[in-house]
């Protein structure tokens, strides 16, 4: 038996661990989850963040991080006293927040248990936060690498990071590709819905999602071709001045998106720019992928290993000219897509293999 721990699965993000779930299930593998209370599948037991899932709950204000840090030491208890009762061959915990309460969770199980423990890696590197620092953060990320038996990713470039930042040993770490995120599983195709936008930025407006460079980029764009629309929708942390792009034809949604918006305005643009300068690991891709969307990538090792991706274009990582470049080739040819059903179902076949052999690699008896 296999026990999956994954808290970021509300909504849309859910769909990550379903792929892998329903992967698994029709090998005959026992399975099971751990998930949000708001996973929006009818199987698992939705342990985590009831009353504090940003985008499901009524605002706490302040009280949002106390009551949350509860519902974590709830949820943990709980499953460990699950582990202990059904004793899983294997327990597969996603690393999304590296805190005290989890790296004693971690702890418990190596020292009492003898399943074997598998972090999953979502991004091995932490990004900066409001409640830690980055050298804080990596110290903790470091301990909780080294408890487990082993660790997850799902490209090269996450085991690099593993190998040279946290001096991981190659045995130890296992990849298999990202599972495809199928948004149709939870909305139903819509083929009447209009191509609003000529290009799209979705996502959260963090420095290393490099929207800067796309602005930089839209304002010689916009020079030639000035009825091009472009939106950027998505929460800003950090605030941003959209006060200069003032008649540039952008539309700000700057504000967290709900999963039905996501994909709503995904659904609604002709191509989605993913600009980003820094990242080992994206999920974006994979929900794309089964909508009537091209993409352009910045040319990360992330997106240059994605066979879901059409390489011709990617751009220059940071460079607003090489941006511009793939823009103006996907506006003049907007036939262009990415994806379609051969490479996903082609894409799903390898997935189904490489998991099957990690968890095979693992635990033989599965």
Same mark, same amino acid.
């Given at each position: 038996?296999?026990?999956?721990?994954?808290? *970021?699965?509300?909504?849309?993000?859910? /769909?990550? $661990?379903?792929? =892998?779930?329903? @992967?698994? #299930?029709?090998?005959? %593998?026992?399975?099971?989850?751990?998930?949000?209370?708001?996973?929006?599948?009818?199987?698992?037991?939705?342990?985590?963040?009831?009353?504090?899932?940003?985008?499901?709950?009524?605002?706490?204000?302040?009280?949002?991080?106390?009551?949350?840090?509860?519902?974590?030491?709830?949820?943990?208890?709980?499953?460990?006293?699950?582990?202990?009762?059904?004793?899983?061959?294997?327990?597969?915990?996603?690393?999304? *927040?590296?805190?005290?309460?989890?790296? /004693?969770? $971690?702890?418990? =199980?190596?020292? @009492?248990? #003898?399943?074997?423990? %598998?972090?999953?890696?979502?991004?091995?590197?932490?990004?900066?936060?409001?409640?830690?620092?980055?050298?804080?953060?990596?110290?903790?990320?470091?301990?909780?690498?080294?408890?487990?038996?082993?660790?997850?990713?799902?490209?090269?470039?996450?085991?690099?990071?593993?190998?040279?930042?946290?001096?991981?040993?190659?045995?130890?770490?296992?990849?298999?590709?990202?599972?495809?995120?199928?948004?149709?599983?939870?909305?139903?195709?819509?083929?009447?819905?209009?191509?609003?936008?000529?290009?799209?930025?979705?996502?959260?407006?963090?420095?290393?999602?490099?929207?800067?460079?796309?602005?930089?980029?839209?304002?010689?764009?916009?020079?030639?071709?000035?009825?091009?629309?472009?939106?950027?929708?998505?929460?800003?942390?950090?605030?941003?001045?959209?006060?200069?792009?003032?008649?540039?034809?952008?539309?700000?949604?700057?504000?967290?998106?709900?999963?039905?918006?996501?994909?709503?305005?995904?659904?609604?643009?002709?191509?989605?720019?993913?600009?980003?300068?820094?990242?080992?690991?994206?999920?974006?891709?994979?929900?794309?992928?089964?909508?009537?969307?091209?993409?352009?990538?910045?040319?990360?090792?992330?997106?240059?290993?994605?066979?879901?991706?059409?390489?011709?274009?990617?751009?220059?990582?940071?460079?607003?000219?090489?941006?511009?470049?793939?823009?103006?080739?996907?506006?003049?040819?907007?036939?262009?897509?990415?994806?379609?059903?051969?490479?996903?179902?082609?894409?799903?076949?390898?997935?189904?293999?490489?998991?099957?052999?990690?968890?095979?690699?693992?635990?033989?008896?599965?």
């Amino acid at each position: 038996m296999i026990y999956h721990i994954y808290w *970021g699965t509300a909504g849309n993000a859910g /769909l990550y $661990l379903d792929e =892998i779930y329903q @992967t698994l #299930k029709a090998e005959g %593998v026992e399975q099971e989850v751990f998930v949000s209370h708001y996973y929006p599948f009818d199987y698992g037991h939705k342990t985590f963040f009831r009353l504090t899932e940003l985008g499901h709950c009524r605002r706490l204000g302040k009280l949002r991080n106390p009551i949350r840090y509860i519902e974590l030491l709830r949820a943990l208890f709980c499953i460990y006293f699950s582990i202990r009762r059904n004793k899983p061959q294997v327990v597969n915990y996603s690393l999304i *927040g590296v805190f005290k309460p989890v790296i /004693l969770f $971690l702890k418990l =199980i190596k020292k @009492t248990t #003898k399943c074997k423990l %598998v972090l999953t890696c979502h991004d091995v590197m932490p990004f900066a936060n409001q409640y830690q620092g980055l050298s804080k953060q990596e110290r903790m990320r470091k301990e909780a690498f080294q408890l487990a038996d082993y660790l997850l990713v799902h490209n090269n470039n996450s085991a690099n990071e593993l190998k040279n930042s946290f001096g991981i040993a190659s045995e130890k770490i296992l990849c298999h590709r990202f599972p495809i995120m199928d948004l149709k599983k939870i909305y139903p195709k819509d083929n009447t819905t209009q191509k609003k936008y000529d290009f799209l930025f979705l996502g959260h407006l963090r420095k290393e999602k490099g929207v800067e460079v796309l602005t930089e980029a839209w304002e010689q764009f916009h020079q030639h071709h000035p009825h091009a629309k472009l939106c950027i929708a998505g929460n800003a942390p950090f605030g941003f001045d959209t006060k200069k792009y003032e008649g540039m034809n952008i539309d700000f949604v700057l504000q967290f998106l709900s999963d039905k918006e996501y994909y709503e305005y995904a659904h609604s643009a002709k191509c989605i720019i993913l600009p980003y300068t820094r990242g080992t690991n994206s999920g974006v891709v994979s929900t794309l992928v089964t909508l009537d969307v091209a993409v352009i990538t910045s040319d990360l090792e992330m997106f240059q290993s994605n066979p879901l991706l059409d390489k011709r274009f990617q751009f220059e990582n940071g460079n607003p000219q090489s941006l511009l470049d793939k823009m103006e080739m996907l506006y003049e040819d907007g036939s262009e897509k990415t994806g379609g059903n051969g490479i996903v179902d082609t894409y799903r076949e390898g997935f189904r293999k490489e998991i099957m052999d990690v968890y095979k690699s693992i635990s033989p008896m599965l």
